[in-house]
């Protein structure tokens, strides 16, 4: 078994916002050549990552997927992440978490099963029959448009370390030093271009954050 040394990158303590998530995506794809940071596939978590990841794929010249996992969320707190169920079924679980906020098999299997049925739907919207890129051997960037808690994107982490890949990349226009602290500890890397001392909303680092809609993630993934 390998062991990994995590490491957390930060470019900037900053509280400037960005233009948009495309400005964003961009910013980040140029710290990322700076950083000459070697990665095979870029993946964005629906429905902000897509615009980071598109953005990064460009950059980078690296093929784009999105990452369909779906986090198992504690009972009464659905936010506090106790595991992930993957696109293709594949569930990771917390165990010693899991006891410690009392959830249940049957609540684990309710809310897979939901999660599941989530992750089906947006299957056949985003991916509209194309294959999912594999992840085994190579080296995965997984973006968002940022973190607080970081609970989704440990989800996305748990599902591709399942397949066993090379490296695992966490690049982030912004994040809370806290969530990113947690992602740390998972991924093989964590690149956050900014990091602000007090991290409140997620939009407010940004002009415009606007709803995206299914149809527009769906083009920019056929684009």
């Known amino acids: ?39 095979d596939v870029v993946v964005g978590i629906p429905r902000g990552g897509v615009i980071i990841g598109w953005q990064l794929a ?12 779906r986090k198992i969320g504690a009972p009464k707190n659905p936010e506090l ?11 990771y679980i917390n165990g010693d978490l899991a006891r410690q906020v009392r959830a249940s098999q049957e ?61 695992i990349i966490v690049a982030l226009p912004v994040g809370a030093s806290s969530g990113l602290q947690k992602l740390a500890q998972e991924a093989d890397k964590v690149i956050c271009l900014r990091v602000p001392e007090y991290f409140n909303a997620l939009g407010l680092f940004y002009d415009s954050f606007t709803q995206l809609d299914d149809q527009y993630i769906s083009a920019k993934l056929q684009a």
């Not at 078994?1 to 998530?21: C, G, Q, T, Y």
């Not at 400005?23 to 990322?32: F, I, S, T």
């Not at 992440?81 to 569930?91: F, R």
Request: hydrophobic share 40%.
């Open 1 to 39: 078994m390998s062991i990994r040394n995590p490491e957390l990158i930060v470019i900037e303590h900053s509280h400037k916002a960005f233009k948009d998530r495309d400005e964003a995506g961009q910013r980040l794809g140029k710290a990322l050549k700076s950083l000459t940071i070697e990665a």
């Open 58 to 69: 460009k950059c980078l010249s690296l093929p784009l997927d999105i990452i369909l996992s």
């Open 81 to 91: 992440a106790i595991g992930a169920v993957s696109e293709d079924g594949q569930l």
């Open 107 to 167: 609540y684990i299997d309710r809310t897979k099963s939901q999660e599941m049925n989530n992750i089906t739907q947006r299957k056949n919207l985003f991916r509209a029959g194309r294959p999912k890129l594999p992840f085994t051997g190579k080296r995965v960037i997984i973006t968002d448009d940022g973190v607080a808690t970081g609970a989704t994107a440990l989800a996305a982490i748990w599902a591709v370390r399942e397949e066993n890949p090379k490296e």
